[in-house]
């Protein structure tokens, strides 16, 4: 595979399950992002890992926790989730770590439904 | 913060109309500036990145210009296809790896 790759592509979970979203990169990318998009709101930047290391967190809540084993995987644990976290969240890479100025590429994104 | 704004929401033309999008955003101090594209159900894809340094961006019949005094950018499409259907995001990128998007133009090319 090529690109940026996200499993599942569709989730439903109870508020009271725990579940992971897992995203892979194909390019040899040091930068990993995850990203929440809701219904009409514009994307927001959940976390950013460069080289494994975690160099921003925008304000979270610890209900999402974010793991880097390497810098071609990225996971976002997700437990005692709110019907408000339904969205779809899209897992990015960037060729430059901490710093980058440089463009994202997006993977397809997993549609998590919280009921 | 950070705050961008794109102007339409949604806009349906007809097959072959010139058409432009608008971005505005609040703070002139970006790095570059970037515009995407989102398909229903799928990821972004980069269509064209503009350096802070530099004023427009040409890739086929796609031309993004940048005004950091004015705060605006534009993303002109030249003769539209119903291919072009899709979601056109503008994105800033404010500080280092941060990328503030606006809601996005729903864009329908009708054939």
């Known amino acids: 595979e090529t690109g940026v790759t996200q499993t599942p592509r569709h989730l439903v979970m109870g508020m009271t399950n725990k579940k992971s979203l897992k995203c892979e990169q194909h390019?040899?990318?040091?930068?990993m992002y995850w990203y929440k998009q809701s219904a009409k709101k514009p994307l927001e930047l959940m976390f950013v890992?460069?080289?494994?290391?975690?160099?921003e967190n925008n304000s979270v809540p610890s209900r999402f926790s974010p793991e880097c084993p390497n810098s071609s995987h990225l996971f976002l644990h997700l437990h005692t989730l709110q019907p408000e976290d339904s969205a779809l969240y899209l897992c990015?890479?960037?060729?430059?770590?901490?710093?980058?100025?440089?463009?994202?590429?997006f993977g397809p994104g997993t549609r998590l439904t919280v009921l | 913060k950070q705050e961008v704004t794109q102007i339409p929401a949604a806009l349906s033309v007809p097959e072959g109309e010139n058409l432009v999008l608008n971005c505005s955003f609040t703070?002139?101090?970006?790095?570059?500036l970037q515009w995407f594209r989102q398909d229903p159900g799928k990821g972004l894809t980069s269509l064209l990145l503009?350096?802070?340094?530099?004023r427009e961006q040409t890739s086929g019949r796609l031309n993004a210009s940048l005004d950091k005094s004015s705060g605006r950018s534009t993303l002109y499409i030249a003769a539209s296809q119903p291919g072009d259907s899709a979601t056109y995001l503008c994105?800033?990128?404010?500080?280092?790896?941060?990328?503030?998007f606006g809601s996005g133009t729903k864009l329908n090319v009708k054939p």
């Open positions: 503009i350096q802070s340094s530099q």
């Open positions: 390019l040899g990318h040091n930068a």
């Open positions: 994105a800033s990128l404010y500080n280092f790896n941060k990328f503030y």
């Open positions: 890992y460069s080289l494994e290391e975690r160099v």
């Open positions: 990015a890479s960037s060729q430059e770590g901490v710093g980058a100025t440089d463009t994202q590429y």
């Open positions: 703070d002139s101090a970006i790095y570059n």
